[in-house]
């Protein structure tokens, strides 16, 4: 073969030092990279209370024995006694890890293989002295790079979240008189007062109570306020049925109380929690690990071959050394996938548009993809699964029971009696007791924006909206009989009662709370046709089946009077109350969470519930969304006694858990992915974050969920509504599968390209088919092209019918081996062979070039539409013309290959040179084929796979 001139710079230009020296490079940047990595940050050192102190149970001493052992009084510390503790234990703050500097973060994103291989290629371009290729490649590992720092920080910023819900002020005694403090100046010991709208700034053991409610769904799921008392309880007692205590960061909705410090800072239940948030171990997510794997085996491949090609040049072809070097160099080039790192963030930055587009709106990249991979979700059952709002289910009077319909604090809903719509206002008793609710009422309901909300406690507002839907008007309902007298609810006798009169001289007496209380004051219960004595045995089975639907009870009573007394004392309420009804109430499950349920089950997820709430509420929450095994759950106590090989053996059958801390959805997280699932965990609350930080990918709401739980998770749902989850899980899966088809047609191009070199060393051709610069312009431009055409490709038929892919598949199986091997060797033959059909009929070593190069242009682009389908066949009009990307993709790489074939200023820069018209009917000849031989392969493995599946 005649050797050609060439104007462009040959592969065999560079000198040996100066190829050494660009491997010298490689080699340091990637030692300094591996440096970075293992390089960790010392965390800051906490300030915890005495061991002795910290692990006291202190829900289970009594107050005198907590004002000892903290050597205090009910009159507080003395200020010089407070400034000696502060020395002592330290500010009423979190302390914060010491993070990473800004430039070791950023070094750290370079960390990956594949970079490396990146970084080869961008030192070797600049070496070739071709700027323009060597700054794309540059650019886009630093593209990579500043998306991985922007996104770095996860868990600091989790951190931050969490003190930021620490209370800023508090009111505590100091020298016997009430001050106003800075919340991190309060020390163990401090007598702290509370009122309704305070956050409670530490740890309190209380010491006085009256009407004392706390809302501590952040902290243990309970879907209600909790009413607080002084008494002590056993020492085992969970977290969430401590009534004793009120712990730092939750919020005092009704009431008043008072609390002795327990616990400051990082001792605190939420400093706990943060400590949790900090130890946790955030894993990387399958998509990264497949893409290492895959650079792993696309580094040892192409340094293998450069390898072989190097010896057999030198030993068998008698090159020199230097030239071999290079043209191995020059071989390694055509093999890497430059243009693969931004098409796969390309691909997940669009999945992250169609999400936020659903309201999943994502804040690590990668997380995308990893919803494709779910096998389990562990979701919180309070505003994720219910939509955190309490309703009226049933009224039950002695003769009837009625169904509310409606969810939440919307008063529109039907009241219905044995499936039929009945009007209540025409049955005396339920009207009776329906008034009593809104009358026995401190809530307030109101319209903001088309959303209703409710002032004060949620259980009252229900009432208000049942009232409502049977008719009542609570604002003239009041007018109609105002209230003169009332005893708030306090825990000690756990009811309220209110005194009305009405302007005709009656008066009445209405209670309303925990049933089993109220039975005990009634002598008579309320009938249609008269009073009769109390049935217990009935009122405490429809009790009874009320609370095994998962639904809260109130007692109703009434009593009326024939005077007006001015004042409401106990001892009204010992004689002539009347039992008139019982209500349930509920927190009731989301109707799209039900369906979320559904199609997760459909395609092959686990749905699991997680909650602090009680067991019985919890199983049948289960049981309206749809979960798999509702019947069987386990509580905290029950996990505490299980070991690990124990719960790893519960947690594949167990669907429900109740009563838990942040520790057991911690535990239940790992052991779940121990036992091999991908794990989504949803949650809104503060003890959710360190379970949302350990799972592959953790799910935050996005309205009510707290800035921890946000700051903690991967994904933040905008609308609070499980069913985006399902909607994310669908965007996922079709991300995966388009990078797949993104891989499977980019490599096979990269194959191609390295085949043809090595022909031409095998051959012993000095002047190769394809230039280095000509490679990287192929593999940029058909990836900026071609291959992000692949990124819009909408989701397959039953994508949501499927199982969850094994996260551990590699991204290479054998079937993708085979047809990226299978389609190189189409594309290397018809490129080669036309690059030495044009130096055969006298053509110019730059036009045959260029003929090589839009030869194997014209390659991909016929092979774009086979990759559009991995299995199913591409001759249809939906395989061809699907998507419309792909056809606009087409049209400018044609654009592209015309500018790169004619222009001056290109064929100068690429060693190109005008060809024929005709010329052009050969290479669009030859490399249609790949489309028509692709697809009879395809027919023949899809026959292969139907042929060797089992029979039934």
Sequence with gaps: MTDHASSTPSLLALDWPLALAAVLVVALATGALLWLKRRSAPAAALSPLDSAQADRAWHAEST????????????????????????????????????????????????????????????????????????????????????????????????????????????????????????????????????????????????????????????????????????????DTPLADRRCMAYSGTLVTHGQGAGIVVATGASTEIGRISALVAGVEQLTTPL?????????????AILALAGATFVFGVFVRDYLASEMFLAAVGLAVAAIPEGLPAIMTIT????????????????????????????VICS????????????????????????????????????????????????????????????????????????????????????????????????????????????????????????HHDHAGAAAIFVKGAPEAILDMCAHQRSQAHL????????????????????????????????????????????GLVLVALVGLIDPPREEAIAAVKTCREAGIRVKMI?????????????????????????????????????????????????????????????????????????????????????????????????????????????????SIANAVEEGRTVYDNLKKAILFILPTNGGEA??????????????????????????????????????EPPEPGVMLRPPRDAREPVLTPLFLWRIGYVSVILMTGTFGLFLWELEQGASIEAARTVAVNTLVMFEIFYLFNSRYIHAPVLSREGLLGNPYVLVAVGLLLVFQIAFTYLSPLQALFGTAAIDPL?????????????????????????????????A
Excluded at 288 to 300: A, D, E, S, V, Y
Excluded at 350 to 357: C, F, K, P, S
Excluded at 553 to 569: C, G, K, T
Excluded at 925 to 950: D, G
Aim: overall charge negative.
């Design 348 to 375: 997940l930055a669009i999945g992250v548009r169609r999400m936020a587009g659903r309201n999943a709106i994502i804040r690590r990249l990668p997380a995308v993809e990893t919803l494709g991979t779910v096998g």
């Design 611 to 723: 909650t602090g709430d009680h067991a019985t509420t919890a199983r049948a929450i289960a049981a309206q969304v749809g979960l798999r095994n509702p019947d069987s759950v386990l509580t905290g106590r029950d996990l505490d006694a299980l070991d690990e090989e124990a719960l790893r053996q519960e947690v594949a059958d167990v669907d429900v858990y109740a009563r838990v801390t942040p520790e057991h959805k911690l535990n239940l997280v790992r052991s779940l992915q121990e036992c091999g699932y991908i794990v989504s965990m949803t949650g809104d609350g503060v003890n959710d974050a360190p379970a949302l930080k350990r799972a592959d990918v953790g799910v935050a709401m996005g309205i009510n969920g707290t800035e921890a739980a946000k700051e903690a998770a991967e994904m933040v749902l905008a609308d609070d509504n499980f069913a």
């Design 755 to 792: 085949l043809v070199v090595l022909g031409a060393i095998l051959l012993g051709f000095h002047e190769l088919p394809l230039t280095p610069v000509q490679i990287l312009w192929v593999n940029m431009i058909t990836a900026v092209t071609l291959a992000l055409a692949l990124a819009f």
């Design 380 to 499: 919180d059952k309070t505003g994720t699964l219910t939509r955190n709002e309490m309703t009226v289910r049933r009224v039950v009077t002695v003769e009837r029971e009625l169904t509310f319909s409606g969810a939440g604090y919307d008063p529109h809903g039907a009241i219905l009696c044995d499936g039929e719509t009945c009007y209540p206002l025409d049955d005396g008793i339920l009207t009776e007791a329906l008034q009593a609710a809104v009358l026995c009422n401190d809530a307030a309901l109101e319209s903001a924006k088309g959303e209703w909300r409710v002032h004060g406690d949620p259980m009252e507002g229900a009432l208000l909206v049942a009232g409502i839907k049977a008719g009542l008007d609570p604002e003239h309902l009041a007018k109609a009989f105002p209230r003169s007298d009332l005893i708030p609810f306090e825990s000690e006798h756990k009811f309220m009662a209110t005194l």
């Design 532 to 575: 009769a004595p109390v049935d217990r045995d009935f009122w405490l089975k429809r009790m009874e089946a009320l609370a095994a639907e998962g639904q809260r009870v109130l007692a109703i009573a009434a009593r009326s009077l024939d005077l007006q007394p001015v004042e409401l004392n106990f001892e009204d309420l010992e004689e």
């Design 64 to 235: 005198e024995e907590t004002l000892t052992a903290l050597s205090t009084s009910d009159k507080g510390l003395s200020a010089e006694e407070a400034g000696a503790r502060f020395e002592r234990y330290g500010p009423n703050l979190l302390a914060e890890a010491a993070p990473r500097s800004a430039l070791s973060r950023f070094l750290a994103q370079f960390n990956n293989l594949l970079i490396y291989v990146l970084l080869a290629a961008g030192v070797v371009t600049t070496l070739l002295q071709h700027w323009l290729d060597a700054s794309v490649i540059f650019g886009v590992v630093l593209i990579n790079a500043a998306i991985g720092f922007v996104q770095e920080g996860k868990a600091e910023d989790a951190l931050r979240a969490i003190r930021g819900m620490l209370s800023p002020h508090a009111m505590a005694w100091r020298d016997g008189r009430l001050v106003t403090l800075d919340a991190a100046d309060l020390v163990p010991g401090d007598l702290v007062q509370l009122q309704s709208g305070d956050k409670i700034p530490a740890d309190l053991r209380l010491l006085r109570v009256k009407g004392f409610q706390i809302e501590e769904a952040a902290l243990t799921g309970e879907s209600v306020p909790v009413d607080k008392s002084v008494t002590a309880l056993p020492e």
């Design 919 to 951: 010329v052009w009917g050969r290479i669009v000849l030859v490399a249609s084929t790949v489309l028509f031989i692709v697809e009879a392969e395809k027919a023949v493995t899809r026959r292969f796979k139907r042929s060797s599946k089992p029979c």
């Design 288 to 300: 990264l690990r497949q893409m290492t794997q895959l650079g792993n085996w696309l580094t040892i």
